[in-house]
């Protein structure tokens, strides 16, 4: 492989069952570095549960590694640690906190020094922490600059609220960034605007981006690698121009869209 197709994650013969459910069912693919990789496919289709596959939440049969390091079998703090970090369909902030105070929970990998550290807050830690405060600062300017760091994050829209969670896991540093659904709700040109500001800010900060979207002509414009999955299995996969034209794939979930 050249180093611009080279995979910074293989996912090979992935499956896991729920009472009787497959959701997956001996997936495989590979995501390169470069490039924004889709996953597609209908409701139920098995993309969220691959996501918890990939950040350690659930535990299926088969390997998954990043950037050659095996991620099965390791709980999800050693998973971000590592390099992945994602958002929820359902964003999940904490409501006690501010926009500013969520969006830092995404640098607790990184800092080191521990719990004395934190206890003496000795002069490296402070400055630590204001770095890491004006990096966030920086995040939430360019990509939610319509709200202020200080804003409770209960109340806020969806959109704002999908942001500051995309915020706090870009501060993490990951070299994969796990985005399910991040313009639900959001019209075309909206979604189209989000996307593309979340896309650049990650290519920036090295971070290779997983999309899972249902807006077809959004994946169609952005995706340079696309994923299908239906039922649990890998229906196809490849470039958007060749994927959309895919029987299987017009069949099972592109439609008339196509
Ligand atoms: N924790 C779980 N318990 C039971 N069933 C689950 C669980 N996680 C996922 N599933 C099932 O796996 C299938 C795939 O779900 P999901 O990955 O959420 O689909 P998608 O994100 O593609 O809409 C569904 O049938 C869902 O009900
Ligand atoms: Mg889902």
Do not use: W
Not at 19 to 31: K, S
């Amino acid at each position: 492989m050249s180093a611009e197709s080279a995979a910074i994650l293989s996912v090979d013969r992935v499956s896991i069952e729920f009472a009787g459910v497959r959701a997956l069912d001996d997936v495989g693919f590979d995501v390169p570095a470069e490039g924004v990789t889709a996953v597609i496919g209908p409701n139920g289709a098995g993309k969220t549960t691959l996501f918890n596959c990939v950040t350690g939440l659930y535990r299926p049969r088969g390997s998954i590694r990043l950037a050659g390091e095996e991620l099965l079998g390791r709980p999800p703090q050693a998973c971000s640690r590592l390099g992945v970090a994602r958002t929820f369909q359902t964003p999940a902030l904490v409501p006690e906190l501010s926009v500013l105070e969520n969006v830092m929970l995404g640098a607790h990998g990184r800092t080191s020094g521990g719990v004395l550290a934190a206890m003496l807050r000795s002069p490296a830690t402070r400055a630590g922490e204001r770095r890491l405060a004006g990096e966030a600062h920086l995040l939430l300017e360019r990509l939610v600059p319509e709200i202020s760091g200080h804003t409770p994050v209960v109340g806020l829209p969806h959109r704002e609220r999908r942001l500051v969670e995309i915020c706090r896991a870009l501060l993490s540093r990951p070299r994969l960034l796990l985005l399910d659904e991040p313009a639900a709700g959001s019209t075309g040109g909206e979604a189209r605007e989000m996307v593309d500001g979340v896309v650049e800010a990650s290519r920036e900060m090295d971070a290779t981006v997983v999309l899972v979207e249902h807006n077809v002509p959004l994946v169609l414009a952005v995706a340079r690698h696309v994923v299908v999955l239906d039922h649990g299995r890998l229906l196809a996969q490849g470039p958007p121009d060749v994927v959309r034209r895919d029987e299987r794939v017009i069949d099972a979930y592109l439609g008339a869209l196509a």
